[in-house]
T-cell receptor, first 111, second 109 residues
Framework: ETGVTQTPRHLVMGMTNKKSLKCEQH?????MYWYKQSAKKPLELMFV???????ENNSVPSRFSPECPNSSHLFLHLHTLQPEDSALYLC??????????FGSGTRLTVV | GIQVEQSPPDLILQEGANSTLRCNFSDSVNNLQWFHQNPWGQLINLFYIPSGTKQNGRLSATTVATERYSLLYISSSQTTDSGVYFCAVYGGSNYKLTFGKGTLLTVNP
């Protein structure tokens, strides 16, 4: 499915770097989400935005900062990350009655 | 919160075999989805199935919401079916998808 686009696909960053992940949806859904998938762990919900308003912050450290400027775009700003933050970060868009559609993910490595 | 349990955790098949994956959930849900995660990490939506039965080619799914379970059937499996299959449910009034731990399927040629 190509309704949700994530960039970049891969990212390597140092612990002192600042980078951003981008997600764009073309489905017209009301809600967008960030999920984290670490090796051998279940998918973890990080943030939920409904109609551009953050409605869920699942106890995520402040070194992860989401931004939702409009209903089609979602960013995840990263700064001073730790090696244990290395994971696959997945964006999804969803609407009532339509289910969730996921992007291809950004595989992040923190060195 | 809602608990989602998937079984079996791992499954190894020979090409051409059939299989059934199960998803149990602990509370009433608004909706349920089955996903396939490919080796590159992408989650592909297979079925959006809050209740009833759906079929798509060699795959079909059945959800019995009153008994809090869903089944995913894979017939005539192919090596490209390998990967992790996730069941995920919505509960309550928030748009919040809760995932099971997945079933790792390996189809050998």
């Amino acid at each position: 499915e190509t309704g949700v686009t994530q960039t970049p696909r891969h990212l390597v960053m140092g612990m002192t770097n600042k980078k951003s992940l981008k997600c764009e949806q073309h489905l017209g859904h009301n809600a967008m989400y960030w999920y984290k998938q670490s090796a051998k762990k279940p998918l973890e919900l990080m943030f939920v935005y409904n109609f551009k308003e953050q409605t869920e912050n699942n106890s995520v450290p402040s070194r992860f900062s989401p931004e939702c400027p409009n209903s089609s775009h979602l960013f995840l700003h990263l700064h001073t990350l730790q090696p244990e933050d290395s994971a696959l970060y997945l964006c999804a868009a969803g609407g009532h009655g339509y289910g969730y559609t996921f992007g291809s993910g950004t595989r992040l490595t923190v060195v | 919160g809602i608990q989602v349990e998937q079984s079996p955790p791992d499954l190894i098949l020979q090409e051409g075999a059939n299989s059934t994956l199960r998803c149990n959930f602990s509370d009433s849900v608004n909706n349920l989805q089955w996903f396939h995660q490919n080796p590159w990490g992408q989650l592909i939506n297979l079925f959006y199935i809050p209740s009833g039965t759906k079929q798509n080619g060699r795959l079909s799914a059945t959800t019995v919401a009153t008994e809090r379970y869903s089944l995913l059937y894979i017939s005539s499996s192919q090596t490209t079916d390998s990967g992790v299959y996730f069941c995920a449910v919505y509960g309550g009034s928030n748009y919040k998808l809760t995932f099971g731990k997945g079933t790792l399927l390996t189809v050998n040629p």
